[in-house]
């Protein structure tokens, strides 16, 4: 195994945004079996540390390749491709005021105690969401269009963040 391999040559993956989710949790746990400490438990200091290092990478690059939007931000960084994370205030107007839209609503619900309505929004994002998913998998793996796959990367953090503060106001509702 070679500690500076990427995350998909570690996982004998191919380097791509669209893959096999299956096979992903299967390489890891295999790889976990080879790597966890516990296994290193009696062995001398430096394979203890070694071990914890190798664990450590694989836990990071597992959580990276299962995560859509880490997935895409670690591609166009393969690529060497900046997302221009800093460049969020140049979204367009229109994806901005959508974004106060939903966040105003999701506000309003919470006020309210409307549970039924922040699933809704809840569901209707995550609709969005897989859209915009396969958008960027488009982009990636078939146009290879890295500044279009990067302007949607900067949408969907946006829209990632407020997945989770409706799932943050929908917790507050049932409380």
């Known amino acids: 195994m070679d ?7 570690l996982f004998d993956l191919p380097i791509a945004f669209r893959l096999d989710s299956a096979q992903l949790d299967r390489r890891y746990l295999e790889m976990q079996s080879r790597v966890h400490p516990d296994r290193f438990a ?5 394979e203890r540390r070694l071990s914890l290092q190798w664990a450590t990478r694989v836990n990071e690059a597992y959580q990276t390749l299962k995560r859509p939007l880490l997935r895409a931000m670690y591609l166009l960084q393969l690529a060497a491709h900046d997302v221009a994370i800093d460049n969020n205030a140049v979204m367009p107007a229109e994806f901005l005021v959508e974004q106060m839209e939903w966040r105003e609503a999701v506000g309003e619900a919470r006020a309210a105690g409307e549970h039924h309505e922040l699933e809704r929004l809840h569901h209707r994002l995550q609709r969005d969401l897989r859209d915009r ?9 078939d146009r290879r269009d890295l500044e279009g796959a990067a302007d949607h990367v900067r949408r969907l953090m946006f829209l990632e963040k407020l997945l989770t503060e409706i799932d943050d106001a929908m917790a507050a509702c049932e409380e």
């Open 133 to 141: 998913y396969e958008a960027v998998a488009v982009l990636l793996d």
């Open 3 to 9: 500690f500076n391999a990427d995350h998909f040559t």
């Open 42 to 46: 009696s062995a001398g200091e430096a």
